[in-house]
């Protein structure tokens, strides 16, 4: 069974302050996604990562899949408020099996 | 465009009480469809997937069922709640052959 893990699990921080956040596995996925979850809503997809080395941008969000595809990491430049939520990584087959969520990150930027 | 639908947003339900709870996809066809529980500010569990009608997998076994009577309807039941399965219920689709997953707005879930 594939797993995903993340760090930090919790992260506070100041508005305009830079964060980066982790996801990593022993397995190789043949592609990442990131989602972003807002209390009491369902995940909203932000990315997804299909090349070892990958590099996308959305706008502040910059998210990286490593060379091995093993690992992703999501560097946020200029924290928001808006940016508060729980941030989950998750990758595995297409059809469902093996798929799997990491147990997330939540942030919190304050004003 | 595509939109899910999930209801009830919330229920509380007694132990030993029945359950069903509705997902629909508007604006594609043959999703692949999925159902997660999320504990309090965890990660997803997936429950059950479904590449088509009457065809669903289980991922964990428990007393939940679920149902794909027709291409965009999933449903999840159960005879008799109990009260580990309180929590916030999740439907999702994908399109075939892609691994990217949309999800519905959630049903929180407490059994008393």
């Known amino acids: 069974t594939q797993l995903l893990e993340q760090s930090p699990q919790f992260l506070s921080i100041q508005e305009g302050e830079n964060l980066t956040v982790y996801c990593n596995s022993s397995s190789v996925f043949s592609s990442l996604q990131w989602y972003r979850q807002e209390p009491g809503e369902g995940p909203v997809l932000l990315v997804t990562v299909v090349t070892g080395g990958e590099v996308k941008k959305l706008k502040r969000l910059t998210f990286q899949f490593g060379d091995a595809r093993k690992d992703s990491s999501l560097h946020i430049t200029a924290a928001q408020p808006g940016d508060t939520g729980l941030y989950l990584c998750a990758g595995g087959g297409n059809y469902g099996q093996n798929f799997v969520f990491g147990p997330g990150t939540r942030l919190s930027v304050l004003p | 465009s595509q939109t899910i639908h999930q209801w009830p947003a919330t229920l509380v339900q007694p132990v030993g009480s029945p359950l069903s709870l509705e997902c629909t996809v508007e604006g594609t066809s043959n999703p692949n469809l999925y159902w997660y529980r999320q504990a309090a500010g965890r990660g997803l569990q997936l429950l059950f997937y479904s590449v088509g009608i009457g065809q669903i997998s289980s991922e964990v076994p428990q007393n939940l069922s679920a149902s794909r009577p027709q291409d965009r309807q999933f449903i999840l039941s159960s005879k008799k709640l109990l009260l580990s399965d309180s929590g916030f219920y999740l439907c999702?689709?994908?399109?075939?052959?892609?691994?990217?997953?949309?999800f519905g707005p959630g049903t929180r879930l407490t059994v008393t």
């Open positions: 999702a689709w994908s399109l075939r052959g892609l691994s990217e997953q949309y």
